[in-house]
């Protein structure tokens, strides 16, 4: 806990807690604000897990913040689904080459 991860535009997150293979909770602190990204995994099975993102942001609510939180929510959205959207392709593709390997090992 305590190391520091890269984000936009020169900022970082700070880890606050982890729990190997369950939770990473990830902050930011600065300008008056504080935003939390809550990543945990779920098992649903034997095979299958699920992987959810929680992000909070505590943001002073004035007319010098006003469009950034109108813009804030749409655009934080897009950008979550599409990483999380990759990381699904990567967790998949991985899951079937693991597959195809075990199954090759039995039946050479």
Do not use: C, N
């Amino acid at each position: 806990m305590g190391d520091v991860v890269p984000y936009a535009d020169g900022t970082s997150m700070r880890v606050e807690a982890l729990e190997r293979h369950r939770t990473l909770l990830l902050v930011y602190r600065g300008a008056g604000v504080v935003v939390t990204q809550s990543w945990g995994v779920y098992p649903l099975d034997g095979q299958r897990s699920r992987l959810v993102l929680r992000v909070r942001a505590q943001v002073p609510v004035t007319w010098r913040w006003l469009p950034a939180l109108l813009l804030l929510d749409p655009a934080e959205f897009v950008m979550v689904r599409k990483q999380l959207l990759g990381i699904k392709w990567r967790a998949e593709r991985l899951a079937a080459s693991q597959r195809a390997y075990h199954r090759k090992e039995r039946y050479p």
